[in-house]
C-alpha cells in the first residue's frame, strides 16, 4: 500500500457526497422520498406527544376531565403505533437501498480495479484491494444507516419539538439554548480529527488484510520454515495498531454527544429557573411546563444522535475518499488503438526491434531485438533474471517498454486494441493459475465448449489419463490455487486450457524442478502438439524443448547474446555451451 500512505485527506465531504449521490443513491431518489416521508412522519409523532400532554395537564386531570381523558389516551396510543409503523417500513426501505447502493459500488469498483495495469497491482497487494471492496464500500451503508436516517428522522423531530417549544413560550426555549454555542469549536476540531485518524485506520486494515492473504497463500512455507510465531506477532501488531486508533476515533466520536449532554443539562437548569418561578408566582399553568420540559427531554435522543452525526460522517467521507481515489486512477495511458492484423487468426510473425524496458531505475531490457518467425518454435534460453519472462509481459501488454518496437506481422502491438492484442495469446506460465473450481472449469473458464473439443483438448495434453483416475473425474475440485493437482497435472491443465483458446500465439513458460521425469515427458509431448500451427515462444529449460526448437534465442542481461539452431549453436561454445552442460549433468 506504498501509495496509499502518502495520501492526504483533500477530497472535501461536499464532493464526496456529490458523487456518491450522483453515482449510487440517486438511482434511489424514489424509495428514498417514500423512505424520507416515512421518516417525516415517524419523526413528528414525538412533536405530537409532547403536544399532548399540554391538554393531559390543563383539561384531562382537572375536575369534568373524564370525556377529554379517553381521546387522549387514544391518541397517544394511536401515536405509538404509528410510530411502530412507520419505524419498521423506513427501516425496510433505508435498508434496501443501503445494501444495493454499497454491492452496485463493489461490483463497480471491481469492474474498475480490473482494468488498472500490471504497476498498479505492484503496489496494492491484493488483501488490502480486499479490503477496499470489502471494507470500505460499508461506509456508503453507514451513510445511509446514520447520516440519512439522522436528517430524516431526527432532524424532523427536533423541528417538530422545537416549534412545540416555541409555541409555547418563546423566552423558555431562547433558555433551553443557552449552552449550544458552547459546541461549535470542539465539533470542529473533532471532525477534522477524526477524518485523520479512519484514514489511517483503513490504511491498517488494509495492511492486516494482506498479511493475513499472504501468510494463507504461503502456508507451505510459513510452516515449513517455522515462521508461525513471527506471522503471528506481526499480525498481532497491526491488529493492536488497530484497536488503539479505533478506541481514539470511538473515544472523541462521543464527545460531542457527551458535549450535547452537558448542553442540554444546562438548558434544563436554565427553563427549570425561569419557568419554575413563573409557574409558583401563577404566571403559567402545571401542563405548559410538562409540555415543555417533556418535549425538551425527548429532544435529548435526536440531538445527541444528531451530535454524532457529524463523525459518523467522518468516518464514512475517509472511507469514501479511499474508494473514490481508486476510482480515480487509471490504467497507464495507451495510445488509441483502432489497428487490425492483416491474417487475422493466422499464426504471426513475433518481432521486437531494440525494446529498452526498466522497473524504476533498474534497466531490465537493453535493446532487445529478435525475430520469432511465423509457425515455428522458439525457445528463450538463459540464466535466471536475463528477462525472458519480461519478453512476455511485453508482447501481451502487461507492461510498457519504455522504447522500441514490439510487432506481431509488421503491425506495432500498440496499435491493436487490447482484447484483440490479448486474443491472440494462449499463455501457459509456470504457476499455471488455476482456480479454486472443477478441473472442468478451469479448462473451460467460462466459455461454451462442445464436448468433442474438450476431450480433444484434454487428451492433446494429458489430462485425460489422471482425470480418468479420479473418482469425481473433471468435477474434482482442483483446490486453492490448484493445490490439489500435483506440479506437472496443473501444467498439463493449463495447456489444455490454452489449447482450447485455440490462440495463434502460444506463450509456455516452461516448469523446472517441479516435474518427475514421467510428467516432464507427456508435458513436453503436449507442448508439441500445443506447437503445431502456431507462433510458439517458449522460456526453455528442458533439452527437449530446446532441441525441437527452430530458433534458440540465447538471452543473457537483457539482451540476445546468441541465436542459431541447437547444433549450430553447440558449435559455438559459450553461455549456451555451459548451459547445456548443465543441463546433460543433471
Ligand atoms: P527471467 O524470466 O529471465 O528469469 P525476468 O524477466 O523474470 O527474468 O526478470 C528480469 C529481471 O527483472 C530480474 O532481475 C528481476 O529481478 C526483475 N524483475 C522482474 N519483475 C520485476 C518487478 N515486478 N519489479 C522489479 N523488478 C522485477
Redesign the pocket.
Known sequence: MSTAKHETPNYRSSRLFGRLWAGYLRHYKALMALAFAVMVVEGSTLGALSYLLKPLFDKVFTPGGEDALIWVGFAILGLFVLRAITSITSKTLLTTIAQRSSSAMQVDLLRHILTLDAGFF?TNPPGALIERVQGDTLAVQAVWANVITGVGRDAISLIGLFAVALSIDPGWTLAALIGAPLLIAPALVIQRYIRRKTAAMRNDAGSRATRLDEVFHGIQAVKLNRMEDYQTSRFQEIVNRLVRAEIKIVLSRSTIPALVDVVTGLGFFAVLMLGGSQIIEGERSIGDFMAFFSAMALTFQPLRRMGDMAGFWQTAAASLERLFRLFDTQPAARPAATGTLPRAGDAPEIALDAVNFS??D?T?LHGLSFTAPAGKLTALV??????????FNLLTAMAQPQSGRITLDGVDINTLPLPLLRGQFAVVTQDAALFDETIRDNVILGQAVGDDRLQDALRAAHVTEFVNAIPLGLDAPAGPRGSALSGGQRQRVAIARALLRDAPVLLLDEATSALDAQSEALVAEAIATAATGRTTLV?AHRLATIREADLILV?DQGRVVDQGTHEELLAHSGLYADLCKLQFQS
Do not use: D, E
Request: net charge positive.
Open positions: 505492484q522497473y524504476g533498474q531490465i538463459g540464466p535466471s533474471g536475463a528477462g525472458k519472462s519480461t519478453v522460456i538471452m
